[in-house]
Nanobody, 121 residues
Framework: QVQLVESGGGLVQAGGSLRLSCAAS????????MGWYRQAPGKQRELVAS???????NYADSVKGRFTISRDNAKNTVFLQMNSLKPEDTAVYYC???????????????WGQGTQVTVSS
């Protein structure tokens, strides 16, 4: 079994910062891409940022220049530094990782349980 455990969400005023963390654990042999998605009430889940094992990153246009994704491969952990937060960033943020586990034979996508980020105006 694989678990992705997120932390770091909370309530912040507009213009503030938060740092999300997501640690993967279990029978992990390798992790390919890792990323953060978010889902606001009444909206579809959307990609916020992703990062490959080699460190290549991809961002949604709405967060470019404000959010930074990084990872620690030794600790199977991905981070999302969120600066200059806006009320429209309010959502549940989900961690995602593409993982090869012992005995699986294929890459599988795993999700965290989600962490609430609320930005007040």
């Amino acid at each position: 079994q694989v678990q992705l455990v997120e932390s770091g969400g909370g309530l912040v005023q507009a213009g503030g910062s938060l740092r999300l963390s997501c640690a993967a654990s279990g029978m992990i042999l390798s992790i390919n891409s890792m990323g953060w998605y978010r889902q606001a009430p009444g909206k579809q889940r959307e990609l916020v940022a992703s990062i490959t094992k080699g460190g290549s990153t991809n961002y949604a246009d709405s967060v470019k220049g404000r959010f930074t994704i990084s990872r620690d491969n030794a600790k199977n952990t991905v981070f999302l530094q969120m600066n200059s937060l806006k009320p429209e960033d309010t959502a549940v943020y989900y961690c995602n990782a593409e993982i090869w586990t012992l005995g699986a034979g294929v890459w599988r996508a795993y999700w965290g349980q989600g962490t609430q980020v609320t930005v007040s105006s």
